[in-house]
């Protein structure tokens, strides 16, 4: 009984969209916010990858990325599609780790093909895990959500969206 009431209540994941870095050396400082965050969670380790092709880094925390690849083992619906996620993600991925300065490593063919190296970068948590996007990433997609936001709001309203 003691020991729950000395655990601290759950970390909740950041908001919002920050602007960090990737250094010449493929390192993404994570903002404050984000650190803080991925600390909290009980394993230090995190698979940093792409599933989208290479256009958005995804640092997943290792246990999500376990889920993840579990899915894809026995999706059966569809096993080539699965396999070619999952050889995507390894192809892009790396375990990495959250070093002193709150640097997270980004692999090389990765952010090379994200075109992040020594760049502006985005940073945005979704979907369990941290997004790292391009400046010309970040633009495209808040080109398309802009383009979309009429029609969206309206079904999402529809569904409770305040």
Do not use: H
């Amino acid at each position: 009984m003691e020991e729950s009431l000395n655990q601290a209540p759950p970390a909740r994941p950041p908001l919002g969209i920050y602007p960090s870095r990737c250094d010449d050396k493929g390192r993404v400082r994570l903002p404050k916010e984000f650190e803080e965050y991925l600390r909290t969670l009980p394993d230090p380790e995190y698979f940093v990858t792409s599933i989208d092709g290479g256009s958005v880094v995804r640092v997943y925390p290792i246990e999500t990325w376990r889920q993840n690849a579990s899915i894809l083992e026995n999706y059966e619906e569809d096993p080539d599609a699965a396999e070619d996620i999952a050889f995507m993600a390894d192809y892009w991925g790396a375990v990495s780790g959250i070093d002193g300065q709150g640097r997270v490593l980004v692999p090389p063919v990765l952010r090379r093909q994200a075109g992040i190296e020594d760049q502006k970068v985005f940073v945005r948590f979704y979907n369990s895990a941290v997004e790292i996007y391009s400046e010309a990433e970040s633009e495209r997609r808040l080109q398309r959500a802009t383009e979309a936001v009429a029609a969206n709001l309206k079904a999402l309203r529809k569904k409770g969206l305040k």
